[in-house]
């Protein structure tokens, strides 16, 4: 089946430091992904959709330019949270879809803490 | 613009029992998707189903069952016969469009089965 993997799973980090979370399609070609942030308790909040050769799309009220988006190939796709502060401390999931079936897959999450 | 309200917040019952999820939705495309999501503690989203606005069957797989009713804009979720394992977060979700847009999630209910 089709199988999406985030990297790291878990990661703690400084605050005013950047983090970078990757994204991989691992058996199928992603033209589309997405990322999704959660807080506990919450539930998931899509933050941007990102097309692969081409700039992401930010969910309203989402800060472009602190989360920055690269999706440079049809299997990966970064995000990258800039100058971190512990307000960002959050679950990031992201998905994936197929180019030729549309089908969405999620990674398993990405657990950010911000100290 | 879609919107998904799961009203339950948090449910309980005693193992065995049934319990219904409920899901009710809004969209102004006559073409989307419906999606069942289950996110135990360790965080990762389970796919459960995924139905078309075109199918209004009601399909069971073991001891879930999901009613789909176009009329009221309902798709509801029961599971019969519960376990302790079925205590999650369960999620509604929505995606517009005949290619599977961005998925909207329902805020969620947690489940809480006890033994």
């Known amino acids: 089946g089709a199988v999406v993997s985030q990297h790291p799973s878990w990661v703690i980090c400084k605050s005013g430091t950047s983090v970078k979370i990757e994204c991989r399609s691992l058996d199928f070609q992603a033209t589309t992904m997405f990322w999704y942030r959660q807080f506990p308790k919450q539930s998931l909040m899509l933050m941007a959709t990102?097309?692969?050769?081409?700039?992401?799309?930010?969910e309203q009220g989402v800060e472009k330019d602190k989360f920055l988006i690269n999706h440079a190939s049809l299997t990966l796709s970064t995000l990258t949270v800039t100058s971190a502060h512990p307000e960002d401390s959050s679950f990031y999931i992201c998905?994936?879809?197929?180019?030729?079936?549309?089908?969405?897959?999620f990674g398993p999450g990405t657990r950010l803490t911000v100290t | 613009a879609q919107k998904v309200t799961q009203a339950q917040t948090e449910i309980s019952v005693v193992e065995k029992e049934d319990v219904t999820l409920d899901c009710v939705y809004e969209t102004r495309d006559t073409t989307y998707y419906l999606f069942w999501y289950k996110q135990p503690p360790s965080g990762e989203l389970v796919f459960l189903i995924r139905?078309?606005?075109?199918?209004?069957q009601n399909e069971i797989s073991g001891r879930y069952s999901w009613n789909f009713q176009k009329s009221t804009s309902s798709f509801n979720f029961t599971i019969t016969a519960s376990q302790v394992v079925d205590s999650a977060v369960y999620f509604c979700?929505?995606?517009?469009?005949?290619?599977?847009?961005?998925?909207?999630f329902g805020k969620g209910t947690r489940l809480h089965i006890l033994p």
């Open positions: 979700a929505l995606s517009e469009g005949l290619r599977d847009d961005k998925i909207i």
């Open positions: 998905s994936a879809r197929e180019w030729a079936s549309y089908e969405q897959y």
């Open positions: 990102s097309n692969e050769g081409s700039k992401a799309t930010y």
């Open positions: 139905r078309n606005s075109f199918d209004e």
